[in-house]
């Protein structure tokens, strides 16, 4: 409700000349005439208060304004990958502007910081959708960010777009998931350290969050599906910002050394990537001995600290700086320039939120409208270029058909694509490993409209 309607609310004055008119009805023609002075004077009532309220009251938008929300971690431990995000949504923004804007109007980013605070997430989000009144939300990294938003942008009927490799088993019909589902990043990293490189014993580093360990349940019981035996699988976890890392790090060397190939599966998120991989350079962990493979760290990450022990350990995504095509020199181009400075790189989360920002914008041009549900209808099956040279289509789960790359660390910080899939993976919402979910689908197409349709049962066993 906005000031003046609440005002003339609580007045007890008619809020719109419908009700008056509706009010004079059978009323004598004496009764009529002062009726209508009554209306005259109550408009002239209610024009004063407005005028009055608009030189005290900061209207949440204005019309010639579509508003966009950037929800992301610019203090704290995650703003060393976060802040790259909240600059990529300002590039896409202003590249948008000088197109002319959306239909007509400009485009305004509005920026909050909720400063690697989970809780402070759900409250910047309200933020955005209630004060700021933001038309789309571009935010979050960790799961547990993503899980403080939800049931805000669900209350709300808000859109959001969430950038960032995740654990599936969810499906919310307000958030489009443009960064690898397990099945897009994890599973295929575990196979191509099975089949490629041999890898027979399994170390699961994380930091300790739902991300991880939701991750971890799904990888372990695919390594079991596997044959992989309970003695060859080490999980360990951390906190957020964990530093010392010399006594995991040697139960790793340890755990390596009894002659069967071993790997790590690194979860680890956030600046405790740092001080991890430099504690394997101190114990002269290998690439060679036992590969580390991560879904946390890319170039970015990559780029503060050096990187010459960390030659030949991998990392998988879907997006890497170092793939040539056009579209990519482009995009690059187009940062360094935005950015103003030469050394900054991109990542995959960058491109899932190019992906993200160009597929939204396409879908308010189409339908003419910020409407939240006419504009999530329209972006299934929506088909914009990736970087990588090829398509990415939303499709009714609301994640994305996408390549998946798996590339070895260089001694400049870049990635080198040593392995990818031949076309593109559809995301999952729900594991095909885990038997609390393997019988679910998600389609948010009509007839459908469900998040977790469960095949066996025929129903929907969720929120529509």
């Known amino acids: 409700m906005t000031p003046i309607s609440s005002f003339l609310r609580f007045a007890h004055l008619p809020q719109s000349r419908v009700e008056m008119t509706q009010n004079a009805n059978n009323k004598t023609p004496e009764q009529l005439e002062g009726h209508h002075m009554k209306l005259k004077k109550l408009t002239l009532a209610a024009a004063l208060i407005a005028s009055s309220l608009a030189s005290s009251v900061t209207f949440a938008k204005d019309d010639d304004t579509i508003k966009v929300g950037v929800l992301h971690s610019l203090t704290g431990t995650m703003a060393i990958s976060e802040t790259t995000l909240k600059d990529t949504v300002l590039m896409m923004v202003d590249e948008q502007n000088k197109k002319g804007g959306l239909l007509g109007k400009k485009i305004e980013a509005v920026v909050v910081d909720p400063a690697s605070n989970w809780p402070l997430f759900a409250e910047k989000a309200r933020e955005l959708l209630v004060q700021e009144d933001v038309d789309v939300i571009f935010g979050g990294w960790t799961s547990v960010s993503r899980k403080s938003v939800l049931p805000v942008v669900e209350e709300l009927n808000g859109m959001m777009f969430y950038p960032v490799q995740y654990e599936g088993e969810e499906s919310s019909k307000n958030v489009f998931y443009t960064g690898a589902a397990p099945n897009q990043q994890a599973i295929p990293a575990v196979d191509y ?19 991880p360990r939701t991750t971890n349940k799904i990888l372990e019981a695919y390594l079991k599906a596997n044959g992989v035996e309970d003695k060859d699988i080490m999980i360990q976890y951390t906190p957020f910002g964990h530093s010392d890392w010399q006594n995991i790090v040697s139960d790793v060397k340890k755990f390596g050394s009894t002659g069967k190939k071993t790997a790590v599966v690194s979860t680890i998120n956030g600046d405790a990537n740092v001080p991890f991989y430099k504690e394997l350079g101190n114990q002269g962990i290998s690439a060679e001995d036992i590969p580390v493979v991560a879904f946390s760290v890319g170039e970015e990450e990559l780029s503060g600290f050096d990187t010459s022990p960390l030659v030949g350990h991998l990392a998988a995504w879907n997006y890497f700086q170092s793939i040539y095509t056009d579209e990519n020199d482009a995009f690059i181009a187009k940062w360094k320039a935005f950015i103003g400075d030469e050394d900054r790189v991109t990542n995959d989360p960058m491109e899932a939120t190019y992906i993200g920002f160009n597929m939204w914008a396409k879908a308010v041009e189409q339908t003419g409208t910020t409407d939240v549900d006419t504009v999530s209808d329209a972006l299934i099956g929506m088909a914009t ?25 260089q001694d400049d910080g870049q990635v080198e694509v040593v392995w990818e899939t031949p076309g593109t993976v559809r995301g999952d919402a729900w594991s095909d490993y885990l038997e609390t979910s393997k019988n679910l689908m998600s389609d948010w197409s009509a007839p459908m409209n469900c998040g977790s349709y469960d095949v066996v049962k025929g129903a929907c066993t969720g929120a529509k």
């Open 193 to 211: 350290l099975m089949n490629d490189i041999g890898a027979e014993r399994w170390v699961l580093l994380g930091t300790d969050y739902v991300y």
């Open 385 to 409: 270029p990736n970087l990588t040279g090829g398509i990415a289509v939303m499709n009714p789960n609301h994640h994305l058909s996408k390549p998946v790359f798996i590339g070895e660390i």
